[in-house]
T-cell receptor, first 114, second 111 residues
Framework: NAGVTQTPKFRILKIGQSMTLQCTQDMNHNYMYWYRQDPGMGLKLIYYSVGAGITDKGEVPNGYNVSRSTTEDFPLRLELAAPSQTSVYFC?????????????FGPGTRLTVT | LAKTTQPISMDSYEGQEVNITCSHNNIATNDYITWYQQFPSQGPRFIIQGYKTKVTNEVASLFIPADRKSSTLSLPRVSLSDTAVYYCLVGDEEGRRALTFGSGTRLQVQP
């Protein structure tokens, strides 16, 4: 049971490039999330999904896209990377219990856009 | 979204008990209160969760008064390894799973 895995661990992008951050969980969790964390700050929710085929915007969705074709995978797509997207990106998953917010986090992807 | 307010930072010494209080005035009736711990360069890790009164596990206790408008995370006999950022979360008013972590409380434990 690997939990939540993310790839890559690190990435440097040039302005205007695109990339996909991968996230996979093996806990059969319906709920998955993408957060970004800027230095010294808390986590901000980008997108989340309550199940395969269903996604919704979080607090800071601009410049990102997601898809959820399977329960296990929740990739985050960056189109036209900008320096403001330099951050650490965390993927998380949780069980479908509406009241209990125990999320399991991946190790993160550190992205630098120059 | 239900908003939480926590102290920005706290200092303690090894062996002391640390209490971190979180305010959540707009907590919904069915919401739980959850605390996470985050070390540098790692994702947050679940510590404890509760609905009312007191919850205790192997690492912490969570005290929630009857009105549920605040909660206190208690870390007994902290060690240097407890130096981390602690986040308090509650569910939002519409029952969605979108959560706001806020800036958390940075706990520094000194020897």
């Amino acid at each position: 049971n690997a939990g939540v895995t993310q790839t890559p661990k690190f990435r440097i992008l040039k302005i205007g490039q695109s990339m996909t951050l991968q996230c996979t969980q093996d806990m059969n969790h319906n709920y998955m999330y993408w957060y970004r964390q800027d230095p010294g700050m808390g986590l901000k929710l980008i997108y989340y999904s309550v199940g395969a085929g269903i996604t919704d915007k979080g607090e800071v969705p601009n410049g990102y896209n997601v898809s959820r074709s399977t329960t296990e995978d929740f990739p985050l797509r960056l189109e036209l990377a900008a320096p403001s997207q330099t951050s650490v990106y965390f993927c998380a998953s949780s069980s479908p219990d509406l009241q209990k917010h125990e999320q399991y986090f991946g190790p993160g992807t550190r992205l630098t856009v120059t | 979204l239900a908003k939480t307010t926590q102290p920005i930072s706290m200092d303690s010494y090894e062996g002391q008990e640390v209490n971190i209080t979180c305010s959540h005035n707009n907590i919904a009736t069915n919401d739980y209160i959850t605390w996470y711990q985050q070390f540098p360069s790692q994702g947050p890790r679940f510590i404890i969760q509760g609905y009312k009164t007191k919850v205790t596990n192997e690492v912490a206790s969570l005290f929630i008064p009857a009105d549920r408008k605040s909660s206190t995370l208690s870390l007994p006999r902290v060690s240097l390894s407890d130096t981390a950022v602690y986040y308090c979360l509650v569910g939002d008013e519409e029952g969605r799973r979108a959560l706001t972590f806020g800036s958390g409380t940075r706990l520094q434990v000194q020897p």
